[in-house]
């Protein structure tokens, strides 16, 4: 038997040289896009000096210009869907009630792909046309500020995947029994009508009717199914804040198990049977990681967890799904700890900007490093040693962690490698005390809510006492390899 321990270490180097490839190759892809990408537009008519009645086209992230949208905020999503998985089309009903944060005679959703049959506010039909990503509503009145509105959006069409900056792809990717549904950063618009940027949270309510045989999973908790001529219809629904991108409806044959942990959280797995025999041991250890986070991170923020593991590998990576994360694959140890480390550090805290990404990644594969060096296996410190050897020149390096420059980046492996590293650098800097107590005031500070790069500075400032401008400065925004561990 592989002594305990062991495991981790040798995972999670497979689980990393998976993402380093995904960041890595497409790089060409997008540097061939330039400048002239479609994440540089600039911003549109109405993102511009609208009027002041005009909600923006965008969130006014610079590396997603037309991601989200200004003027409203969105309170819960209420999606009803229609899967056929031999025609593949996806018939759906979107009710989002949000409240306007300026008066607004016009606003935008984001929504790619898909034909709209009707939209409405409130009662009234509403006109709306397509423009790019932008969803343009004009409601028949105009909103006033602070009001708060019913948008209803009926669509239908068969979707399909938008593809990243990266090169990779993420949104509605059909497989052989049914759909991946991944949204970050982009995809959540290729099956519902969002405001889709993380800066903007909601619950969510959503029915998915497939059918009979195949299983429909989303987040949060499944609070009805039931199966009427031939179909099943799947009712999920997640009451804390969840950004777009960690929605999914996730399609396919799987095999469903349930339990409730010892710590009272709600289990759902879903398992596609090609996968089953290599997810179970590590499924298994879903509790004990959870409760393991729990101790170092704060407690868990939801009250539902669990997997999908899809087969489908062409996908290429896994997403951290709010209360359940989703695999392309079976998982092995060291992604399930990121994937679940994430519900802390991207889900319960997300990001206000795309530009603080390792906020993110980073600290998930802290974790990674974390559970390795509690459970027998490699310290942090040596792989952060084993990172630093790494010359000049190589990727790790190409550019720092807190400000990897574009949307093409967002994924490379200074986000999340360099982005651990600067996390050890702290932990090293602060002495260990202070660096867990860092850890789990970030979490609990911003819990439900957001983070910046700034704000985490100034919170590792105020813990620990200490002026860490340098430290940050060089670990997050300098270029190249730092000059001394
Ligand atoms: N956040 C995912 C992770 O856990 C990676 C998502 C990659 N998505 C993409 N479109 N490249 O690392
Ligand atoms: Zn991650």
Do not use: C
């Not at 999503?77 to 009710?95: F, I, K, N, P, Q």
């Not at 480390?341 to 906020?359: C, E, N, P």
């Amino acid at each position: 038997m592989t002594p305990p321990g062991r495991q981790p270490v040798r995972r999670r180097t497979a689980a990393l040289r998976r993402r380093a490839v995904l960041a890595t190759v497409p790089l060409t892809v997008a540097a061939l896009l330039g400048a002239a990408g479609p994440t540089a537009a600039g911003p549109t008519e109405a993102g511009a000096a609208g009027p002041g009645t005009i909600g923006a086209a965008g969130a006014g992230d610079p590396y997603f210009p037309l991601s989200g949208n200004g003027g409203y905020h969105v309170r819960h999503y209420g999606l009803a869907l229609r899967y056929d998985t031999a025609t593949r089309r996806l018939d759906g009903t979107a009710v989002l009630t949000a409240r306007a944060t300026q008066r607004l005679s016009r606003f935008d959703l984001d929504l790619t792909g898909l034909h709209v049959t009707r939209v409405a506010v409130g009662h009234d039909t509403a006109r709306f046309r397509r423009d790019g990503q932008e969803l343009v509503v004009t409601p028949a009145r105009t909103l006033r500020r602070g009001q708060e509105f019913q948008v209803t959006v009926a669509y239908h069409g068969t979707p399909g995947p938008v593809s990243d900056p990266d090169g990779s792809a993420d949104g509605w990717i059909p497989t052989d029994d049914g759909a991946f549904v991944a949204g970050e950063p982009q995809g959540a618009m290729t099956w519902f009508p969002a405001n889709s940027h993380p800066s903007d949270k909601s619950s969510y309510d959503i029915t998915i009717t497939v059918p009979q045989g195949r299983t429909a999973v989303s987040n949060g908790t499944l609070v009805g199914q039931r199966t009427v001529h031939g179909r099943t219809t799947f009712h999920w629904r997640e009451t804390r804040p969840m950004a777009a991108y960690l929605a999914t409806a996730t399609v396919g044959k799987f095999t469903v198990q349930r339990y409730t942990t010892p710590d009272g959280i709600r289990v759902y797995n879903a398992v596609d049977p090609r996968e089953a025999a290599a997810a179970a041991p590590v499924l298994k250890k879903l509790p004990s990681v959870l409760r393991w986070e729990s101790t170092l991170f704060g407690p868990y923020p939801f009250r539902s967890a669990g997997a999908i593991v899809d087969h489908a590998h062409d996908v290429g990576y896994a997403l951290e799904t709010q209360t359940r994360p989703l695999y392309d694959r079976a998982p092995d140890l060291a992604t399930l700890v990121h994937e679940n480390a994430h519900q802390w550090f991207g889900d319960s805290v997300s990001l206000t900007t795309w530009k603080d990404i390792w906020l993110n990644e980073g600290f998930a594969t802290y974790a990674e490093w974390l559970y390795s060096e509690q459970h027998g296996g490699e310290s942090a410190q040596q792989t952060f040693d084993a990172l630093y050897a790494t010359p000049a020149g190589d990727d790790l390096w190409a550019y720092p962690a807190g400000n990897p420059g574009s949307g093409a980046n967002i994924f490379g492996t200074p986000v999340y490698a360099r982005g651990a590293m600067t996390l050890h650098a702290l932990r090293r800097a602060v002495g260990d005390r202070t660096f867990f107590r860092i850890l789990r005031a970030w979490a609990g500070e911003h819990r439900y809510g957001h983070g910046t790069t700034a704000a985490f500075e100034r919170l590792a400032e105020r813990a620990s006492g200490k002026d860490l401008t340098g430290l940050f400065h060089t670990w997050l925004e300098t270029a190249g390899k730092p000059g001394h561990a």
